[in-house]
């Protein structure tokens, strides 16, 4: 099945750095989640984007929704030990959560 | 308020057989959303269900099924199991189709 393109695909980071990850799609979508999931666990919602070109942050966090619908951008400030995890993008062509493609997928280690 | 909660945690099962998956959804939540998530991969969306109709469904073969109780809860059916339905099953819930999903901890199908 379809997933979209983030990267990158992996990265290792020292504590207090900042991080950027992205991803793109081939299609527009109308809504733009960010989600981190923890090894054995589901994954947990960061940050929701519902209009192109907004910015929001949540936090540390700060996630833009492309202007062309077609990518995000997620930047954590200033990371911490507990911001390791698999971060995913997810699209949705509707407003809401219907139909919801993921990412493949961006592993962030902070080293201490 | 307790989650959406997933039963069994684990399970293994061999080629040809059938497997039932539950999910029980935050109480208040009437939509359920299933993914599949193979090892190192996004999750991808097989079904939706709202108010006991199934509201949208991924591209996944006729061997995957679902349906949603009065109670709200639901239920994933796999038919004739393949090595490749070896994944993390994960269902979400939410309050109608488009709010937020929230997900459980899933279940590890594992298929020899």
């Known amino acids: 099945g379809q997933q979209l393109n983030q990267s990158p695909q992996s990265m290792f980071i020292q504590e207090g750095e900042d991080v950027s990850m992205n991803c793109t799609s081939s299609s527009i979508f109308n809504t733009w989640l960010w989600y981190k999931q923890d090894p054995g666990e589901g994954p947990v919602l960061l940050i929701a984007?519902?209009?192109?070109?907004e910015l929001t942050s949540n936090g540390r966090l700060t996630a833009q929704f492309g202007i062309t619908r077609k990518d995000s951008f997620l930047n954590i400030s200033a990371s911490i030990p507990s911001d390791v995890g698999i971060y995913f993008c997810?699209?949705?062509?509707?407003?809401?959560?219907?139909?919801?493609?993921f990412g493949t997928g961006t592993k962030l280690q902070v080293i201490p | 308020d307790a989650g959406v909660t997933q039963s069994p945690t684990h399970l293994i099962k061999t080629r040809g057989q059938h497997v039932t998956l539950r999910c029980s959804p935050i109480s208040g939540h009437k939509s359920v959303s299933w993914y599949q998530q193979v090892l190192g991969q996004g999750p991808q969306f097989i079904f939706q269900?709202?108010?006991?109709?199934?509201?949208g469904r991924g591209n996944f073969p006729d061997r995957f099924s679902a349906r949603q109780f009065p109670n709200y809860s639901s239920e994933l059916n796999v038919n004739a199991l393949l090595l490749g339905d070896s994944a993390l099953y994960l269902c979400?819930?939410?309050?109608?189709?488009?709010?937020?999903?929230?997900f459980g901890p899933g279940t590890r199908l594992l298929v020899l």
């Open positions: 984007l519902y209009k192109a070109g």
């Open positions: 269900y709202y108010e006991k109709e199934e509201r």
């Open positions: 997810a699209g949705a062509p509707s407003g809401g959560y219907q139909k919801v493609t």
């Open positions: 979400a819930s939410s309050l109608g189709l488009a709010e937020t999903q929230y």
